[in-house]
């Protein structure tokens, strides 16, 4: 796998897709960066109650920074922060940035980039970006191109490891997790955040992200009748609520697995509806109304992987959103 965002559409899908990411970029450009930076401190919030102190001074790795890399400027202004990606982030756009890109991410994804650079929208964000933090230039952080579920980073390196709307798009999790609890030093934290699949905007259509779904039903990607009306933007592993229960259990014993329950009002109002037609009987209404699920996790002290003859993982101490 290249890109996550390695999907096919079709042309007119894809000058949808491009219109609504266009206008969903452009428009309230500081509403959008001050939301990005809201869940960033909450991110930090929950951090610190992690750890049990400020998140000040410490190794953090970002897994999937996306292209605009708001985290990693957050966190990087009193931290050591690296992102890693499986796309190639160009921060500055040259001849060799795009042929990396293209190589690499694809000819969608890099099309993508060049035409957001090219129309100033990464201009006009980081310009939001470094207003609302109050800085003059963005802080030091790393973005390096590599594979999460292979990392080339030593044991124990990082004291905070935490991922925002990646998993989702991710073929293999647990091998990914696995990484992430080998670089986490002892003691260390990780906290994920991942889009459900079983929301209503968890198949990714770019049509639902910008308010104008047209005739698109909700919850389309679960309803046989209406799954073809829907569009993904990007690959998604489809994994449910039970499911990704299973792999945080197995990979992060005893952590703390959050479903929020933040659809809308239209959501919830529809889902009555429905139900009264006895649709989605297969789903109950906690996987249908989380959007965002939570993992926090808290590495002990002396973690092991698996027992000496294979018994599987030790107890751990405690259990832990990019348009394309």
Partial sequence: MRSYVKTRLGLLPRINEAWNLYHSHTRNVGDNVRQLLDQARIAESKLELLLGKPV??????????????????????????????????????????????????????????????????????????????????????????????????????????????????????????????????????????????????GCHDTRIFVGNRET???????????????????????????????????????SEIIPLCDAGEAERKELLRLRSQDQLASYSDEELLTVTLQVRWRKPMEFQSADPIGMGLQDSTMHSLDLA
């Fill in 56 to 201: 000040k001074g410490l190794k953090m790795l970002e897994i999937g920074p996306g292209q605009q890399l708001l985290q990693l400027a957050y966190f990087g202004m009193h931290n050591e922060v690296v992102g890693i990606d499986l796309d190639v982030i160009a921060q500055r756009m040259n001849i060799t940035g795009f042929v990396q890109m293209a190589k690499q991410n694809g000819w969608v994804r890099t099309c993508k980039t060049v035409a957001r650079k090219m129309v100033g929208i990464d201009s006009k964000v980081r310009k939001e970006l470094l207003s609302q933090l109050g800085l003059h230039s963005l802080p030091n952080f790393h973005v390096l191109q590599m594979d999460a579920a292979k990392m080339e980073f030593p044991d124990e390196q990082f004291d905070v490891v935490f991922s925002r709307a990646v998993f989702e798009h991710i073929p293999n999790p647990e091998a990914v997790i696995s990484e992430m609890r080998r670089v986490l030093k002892p003691n260390g934290v990780m906290f994920i955040a991942l889009h459900l699949y079983s929301s209503d905007s």
């Fill in 216 to 254: 698109l039903p909700f919850w389309a990607h679960l309803r046989p009748e209406h799954e073809s009306e829907a569009r993904p933007n990007s690959y998604l592993n489809k994994l449910s609520l039970a499911e990704w229960r299973r792999v945080f259990e197995a990979e992060m014993q005893s």
